[in-house]
């Protein structure tokens, strides 16, 4: 879509150029000063919709919008005076509004307060169009005069775009060329528009400029980054090592605003152009020697890599948008987890451990297969990866940007303030990166459509395979058949697995003559007696007790380093040390505890004694003091009743998630004898729902989960606090509503008005609702207290 942007200095002489030349023939929308029309003038353009203003008296000045007749448009504001001349028309573009300004500033006649009018109507999507009659070199001009230099300030603060490529737009009478016609644009339409000028100027002083209008790249995830989600990504940021560049997050967080704006620049930049600066995709790799590793040896090297802070800025705002378009879209499968909201460790293990149950149960086989890939995140295929990306929906800008991101990076190691020779790395996700872990999560999203006849859950990059049945041969059988899918699939994506470090775990009560054997790759895959799986230690009985007593271990090295911090020596305060015990014994022995539930009593109640001695710790009490008091003093409370706490919040908030959540299924469809499995125990699922039902909750009262609106989306509460002037119930009703109309009138004119109000008596309340503009209104009676119904 073409629009024309031009001080026509007369335009009744030049009605021919403007039906018969291709440029106005091709525009849709005509955008001219100084038309020199009179009120009383006749004007017309064959199938074109206009909208002008004219001076009265002085000859001269004059304005006119002249849109497609398909172009739906409607008149916002309008105003000629001596200093300033301004028409402003909302229009809808692909169901786009967009607010034009066409302005004309007479010379000389440079008014501030005029800057200020203008801002007033600019909202989130504005064109803003005209002759400034001020000069500055930003725009072209030789020199800034004194309004130039007051209108660059302007722009900035508004948050404007300046389109001008400083080509002329003026031809003074004594042959100089200048620029005094400015083009300016909000920053999510910016990038979508092209600027230029005519050669031709028909007459006139002032050459046509030509914007163009793309209409592409219409989809949200594709828009220019708004200043909100800058912002938001800020606040998101962990403050970690700089890269490169050494630009820490302190920097950044103390930027002043005008910097604040030219950084969101330089971001929708590379954005829109692909082009991403080389510090931005450089990493540096700090190795740290693994615990009780031989350093004389690579492997025994951790790498650390540190990236720029800037580009995790640009990163997390991506990574947001690809977020809520896997919302909006629901791209991954129930089963896979790991880097994505509400889909934690938890859920993994929860659905596993349910599985395990049931097939108990039901008297039957379970074996599972932890499954490892060798180098995950640098095995990943970046030509596949961008295909799959664009397989679940994403394309445009995001396609491209991420395909630059990946295929232009390079590492540097640094040993000792020793530097290595930089290394370009074309494969892979990189390391450090915000985007690399959701990016590896939907290079794995497509293993879900291999169909077999094996159950499937993925976390990240651990693969866990089971299959349950009563027939042992078919059973293992199938998942044989299930490892060789996956294996191709695997080779196809350029994925390898190592059998040596994958596991075999037989959970199986049932016990066969036959020991299970079963291979991935050609090569047999270990069975184990307990497998550690995302850190909770499974055994084939599930009885936790290797898993307790793992937590044991841990938790007694954590009470000798607090016995050490207590000693009077080093004095610290007690409320430190009770911050450290929830930091370290309290929050291991926290991890996974919904899983526990299911372990019996005398195996949890191993972990309090040590939770309780360095409680005691802690506030410097003897052994003996009791219990109670202990637990009073440190505000703490056991760990076996924090256990059920956690799991019964965590039961509530699966349900409040319902569709949201991976294990919704497991509460919403209860039985209330399934979790029975133990005679002489009821979990603390069951536990849960029964608490409920004693507090006579229903599962369907508990407040449903709604996902946010995406963060682009530029929608916005205004709330308006401030006295206003119809708000006296001394003057009669009728000046009150005159009042009211004459406030509103200017303000929200475009707006729908919803007028509410409840009130209440010995019987009853009620609540009324009008709609003035619909002629609507109603009431109803309610049962609420009067505080709710006006809430």
Known sequence: MNIIQWNARGIKNKRPDILFAPIFQKASILIIQETWLHPNDIFTIPNKNI?????????????????????????????????????????????????????????????????????????????????????????????????????????????????????????????????????????DLNYDLSWSTNTDNFGSDHFPIIINYKRANSQDINKPFSLKELEIAISHQKNSSPGHDKISLQSINHLPIKAIYLLLKSFNDSWFSSQIPKDWTHALILPFIKPHKNPKEVSSYRPISLTSVIAKLLERMILHRMLDFSFQNKIFHVNHHGFYPHRSSINTLLQLQHDIILARERKEYFILVALDIKAAYDSVWPNGLISKLNKVGYSGRLLRWIQNFLHQRTIQIKWRNIFSKIVTNNYGVPQGSILSPFLFMIYMSDIFEIQHDSHLLVYADDIFLYNSGTNWNKTIGEMQESLNKISV??????????????????????????????????????????????????????????????????????????????????????????????????????????????????????????????????????????????????????????????????????????????????????????????????????????????LCISKVDILQWIPPPPIYDNRKINIYTHELP??????????????????????????????????????QTSIGILIPKKKNSTKFHTERHDFNIHS
């Open 489 to 694: 699939w695997c080779k196809k994506w350029k994925l390898s697995t190592s059998p040596e470090k994958s596991s075999l775990l037989n959970f199986s009560r049932k016990r066969s003559t036959i020991p299970p054997l079963l291979k991935i790759c050609d090569k047999p895959i270990p069975e184990v007696k307990s497998l550690k799986i995302l850190g909770i230690i499974f055994d084939p009985n599930t009885t936790w007790k290797n898993h307790i007593n793992y937590l044991r271990q841990k938790g007694f090295k954590y009470l000798n380093a607090i016995k050490a911090l207590s000693s009077p020596k080093i004095g610290t305060r007690s409320d430190h040390l009770l911050n450290i015990i929830n930091a370290t014994i309290r929050s291991i022995f926290d991890y996974g505890s919904q899983l526990f539930s299911f372990s019996s009593n005398s195996n949890r109640q191993k972990l309090e004694p040590i939770y309780n001695a360095a409680l005691r710790l802690a506030l410097g009490l003897p052994r003996n003091t009791p219990l109670d008091l202990l637990r009073a003093e440190s505000m703490n409370g056991n760990i076996n009743s924090r256990h059920n706490f956690l799991c019964q919040k965590f039961i509530t908030k699966q349900i409040a998630l319902k569709d949201w959540s991976p294990n919704a299924r497991l509460f919403w469809n209860i039985d209330s004898n399934f979790y029975k499995y133990r005679e002489k125990e009821i979990s603390i699922f069951q536990k849960t729902i029964n608490l409920l039902q004693e």
């Open 51 to 187: 909208f002008r203003i004219d001076r009265e008296i002085k000859r001269g000045g004059g304005l006119m919008i002249v849109l497609n007749k398909d172009i739906s448009a409607i008149k916002i504001f309008s105003e000629i005076s001596e200093d300033l001349e301004i028409l402003i028309v909302r229009v809808q573009i692909d169901l786009n509004p967009i607010t034009i300004f066409n302005i004309y500033i007479p010379p000389g006649n440079f008014q501030d307060s005029n800057l200020s009018k203008i801002a007033s109507y600019i909202d989130n999507h504005n064109l803003i169009l005209g002759d400034f009659n001020a000069s500055h070199e930003i725009w072209g001009s030789k020199n800034s005069s004194a309004s130039g230099k007051k209108i660059f300030d302007w722009i900035i603060e508004n948050d404007l775009i300046l389109l001008n490529d400083k080509s002329p737009t003026y031809l003074h009478s004594s042959g100089i060329f200048t620029s005094i016609d400015l083009s300016l644009a909000s920053i």
């Open 726 to 763: 119809f708000q006296n119930k001394d003057l009669p009703d009728d000046i009150v509503q005159n009042m009211f109309n004459d406030y509103i009138q200017p303000k929200f004119n475009n707006n729908i008005i919803i007028a509410t109000d409840g009130s209440k008596n010995t019987n």
